[in-house]
């Protein structure tokens, strides 16, 4: 593969005394459930990418804690490779696309998402959110 080509976000905010992570239906499947994702546009970072992405699929402002790791895959016939970042719930800032939803405890997530890259990338993410908890 050749570089990056699209770039998501792990959006997480705490209530109670758990994080909670935002999960969405994949457009167009209203039965997988995936983290919001999209093209990182030229001269944008990866990292604009995300932010922005979530912001247009979800209606969420979020700001970057931490890479946590890409995944691949085909799309219409395309290799597509994701980098995916660890993001802190700032405020809901919008509408976003016309999707459902939800704010799942790690455990809930983990049953929700619908691939096991998605859940690998749960798992580091939850990883890296308590290691930063803990730090505080």
């Known amino acids: ?31 997988r459930w995936v983290f919001p994702k999209g093209h990182i546009d030229p001269g944008e970072t990866p990292e604009t990418a995300a932010e922005r992405e979530v912001l247009e699929e ?8 931490e890479s946590v790791g890409s995944t691949e895959f ?18 809901n800032a919008g509408r976003g696309e016309d999707r459902e939803q939800c704010w799942c405890r790690y455990e809930e997530a983990l049953e929700r998402l619908s691939s096991d890259s998605a859940r690998d990338l749960l798992r580091r993410a939850h990883a890296v959110a308590t290691r930063l908890l803990h730090s505080r």
């Open 1 to 31: 593969m050749s570089g990056l080509t699209h770039a998501g976000g792990i959006v997480m905010r705490f209530g109670g005394d758990a994080p909670r992570y935002l999960v969405v239906t994949a457009k167009g499947n209203l039965h």
């Open 58 to 65: 979800a209606g969420v402002d979020a700001r970057i804690l």
């Open 74 to 91: 085909k799309k219409d016939g395309r290799d597509a490779c994701v980098q995916f970042f660890l993001m802190q719930y700032v405020r």
